[in-house]
């Protein structure tokens, strides 16, 4: 785990708890076949350009061809939201059979 020190404000430490939850939750429940491991790794850095966070599996990534912008998943809707809210936006993306990455780049 990698994280820079920064002070937040309750509403966006709340949204950033709840798509970290979420990612991890995806990752623990999809990202591994059953009886496997893995390493989900959770990274915050700040830069002038704001902040971002990330949160990476090694797992089997997302199924071919599935759009996670399209997706259905209520788990993923409430990261686009919380991510929306803290006027950031919200990436997920498969690294070819190698894991994923949801990612919340959003400003200070």
């Known amino acids: 785990m990698a994280i820079s020190d920064r002070e937040l404000d309750s509403r966006t430490a709340f949204s950033l708890g709840a798509i970290v939850t979420e ?27 704001g902040a971002t966070l990330t949160v990476a599996d090694d ?23 919380m991510a929306e809210q803290i006027n950031g936006v919200f990436t997920l993306e498969s690294q070819g059979g ?4 949801g990612t919340v780049a959003f400003p200070l």
């Open 98 to 101: 190698h894991g994923t990455v």
């Open 59 to 81: 797992g089997k990534g997302l199924p071919p061809g599935s759009d996670p912008t399209e997706g259905d998943s209520f788990g993923l809707m409430i990261a686009r939201m």
């Open 23 to 49: 990612l991890i939750t995806n990752s623990l429940k999809h990202a591994y076949d059953p009886g496997g491991s893995g390493t989900i790794t959770v990274s915050f850095g700040v830069d002038d350009a």
